[in-house]
């Protein structure tokens, strides 16, 4: 007997709802995976700022950036992952040969970045215009950070497995515990010695850490036991996929962290903490579109029948909350910077943050558009995006730096994200 046309829609209208509720869900533990370390991570580099002094919080915030850079070697392989996962979850023995080829081929990349990082730290140290009395401490904490790289890049390519697989629930409880250690080390190393070395010796344990719960409990036991073998055609299948987004990679967090080091050169190591705080607080909101982007990503790459309908609702929630969180911090900038950083961060640094909330929200919806190109495996589009975008933005800012300080760097990434957003938003419409 044939179902009541009314019965049909009803139980479509029901899966629907269940597929939303999966969207939400899933975006919740994500959210709560960074939001945690984060709620953490704030008060503790406030009283870092106050302790380090404005020089040397500058200097360990750009060491963030050059952890956050080191990313690109791992040549987009854990992107590359979480589709390959999503793609064959299905298949023990293939999974076990992504992560096992992935996480070999990336440790040899590490290897080369950390030794790259370790014997150009004087180098750094000059180009980042850091005063004498910093200098010798800002070499020894550059080479101390190069400890970081492995582990960085080692466990983005293990918790990529959970991702891949859409065990968020794993995924972010992990996430949160190793978070806090990346939070609590550096101000505990601190509170012993307060010193920047110091500070950096801390971040360096939270990383390690941070890849031991990434192995220990992160991983697929079968995937264990092949770890260190490497398989020559998947390498060649995840280096398809991740050379186009090993582009993006180079390019993407050039263009993100480029301000940071272009304005310590010009306008020293001493002002560029009034920046780099700022940017700061708008990397950390950044978790809410990336929480749900991660959520679409790999339902999109194993073609979810809902997973369009996902994406475009995740937009809209997106544009909603992230104008209203804009709008909030942006009204309460100078009260919200002298409550977590101190009086010496008022004055530029407002206007500073004011700025850069204008391209948050433009940045945070074009999550979407990004994932769905790259779900649909075009990331060849959007690496060329990135590069058309490069020479436009580093003009851009060049210009502003010099003749508006760090405001017209604040304003040169959000013109920037916002041409990124429209483009983005096109392409995706054209190749799905």
């Not at 939001?35 to 870092?48: D, F, K, N």
């Not at 080191?70 to 076990?96: C, M, P, T």
Request: overall charge positive; proline content about 3%.
């Amino acid at each position: 007997m044939a179902q009541p046309a009314v019965g049909r829609a009803g139980e479509k209208l029901e899966l629907r709802a269940l597929e939303h509720m999966s969207l939400l869900k899933n975006s919740f533990w994500n959210m709560l995976g960074i939001a945690v370390p984060v709620a953490v991570a704030i008060p503790a580099m406030g009283y870092l700022a106050r302790v380090l002094g404005v020089e040397n919080f500058g200097i360990f915030t750009l060491c963030y950036a050059v952890v956050g850079y080191a990313s690109l070697f791992d040549l987009g392989l854990s992107r590359a992952v979480v589709r390959a996962v999503a793609i064959h979850a299905q298949s023990a023995e293939k999974v076990a040969r992504v992560i096992g080829t992935a996480s070999c081929f990336v440790l040899a990349l590490s290897i080369v970045a950390a030794a790259l990082l370790y014997f150009s730290a004087d180098w750094l140290v000059l180009k980042l215009s850091v005063s004498a009395a910093s200098a010798e401490g800002a070499r020894s904490a550059l080479q101390c950070l190069s400890l970081a790289v492995p582990a960085l890049l080692l466990s983005m390519v293990w918790f990529s497995y959970l991702e891949g697989l859409g065990d968020f629930y794993k995924l972010n409880m992990l996430k949160s515990i190793s978070g806090l250690c990346m939070a609590l080390a550096p101000l505990g190393t601190v509170l012993l010695q307060p010193t920047l070395v110091s500070a950096i010796a801390g971040l360096v344990a939270g990383r390690v850490v941070s890849m031991l719960i990434a192995y220990l409990w992160g991983l697929w036991a079968g995937s264990k036991r092949q770890l260190w073998t490497v398989d020559l055609p998947t390498l060649r299948e995840l280096l398809g996929f991740g050379g186009w987004i090993t582009v993006s990679n180079i390019i993407s967090p050039m263009m993100v962290y480029f301000d940071r080091f272009f304005i310590s050169s010009v306008v020293g190591a001493k002002s560029v903490a009034f920046y780099t705080a700022p940017a700061e607080a708008v990397t950390r909101l950044l978790i809410i579109p990336i929480a749900v982007a991660k959520v679409i990503f790999p339902r999109l790459s194993a073609r979810h029948k809902d997973a369009e309908a996902e994406a475009r609702l995740g937009f809209w929630l997106l544009l909603g909350i992230c104008l209203l969180l804009a709008l909030g911090i942006g009204l309460f900038a100078a009260d919200i910077l002298r409550l977590w950083m101190g009086e010496a961060y008022l004055g530029e640094a407002v206007l500073v943050l004011q700025i850069l909330l204008v391209g948050f929200v433009f940045n945070a919806v074009a999550q979407i558009p990004y994932a769905k190109i790259q779900a649909a495996g075009h990331a060849r589009v959007t690496a060329l995006l990135h590069t058309a975008e490069v020479l436009p933005y580093f003009g851009a800012l060049y210009y502003l730096v010099l003749n508006y300080s760090l405001a017209g760097a604040a304003i040169a990434w959000t013109l920037r994200v916002a041409v990124d957003c429209l483009a983005l938003e096109l392409l995706a419409r054209r190749y799905k």
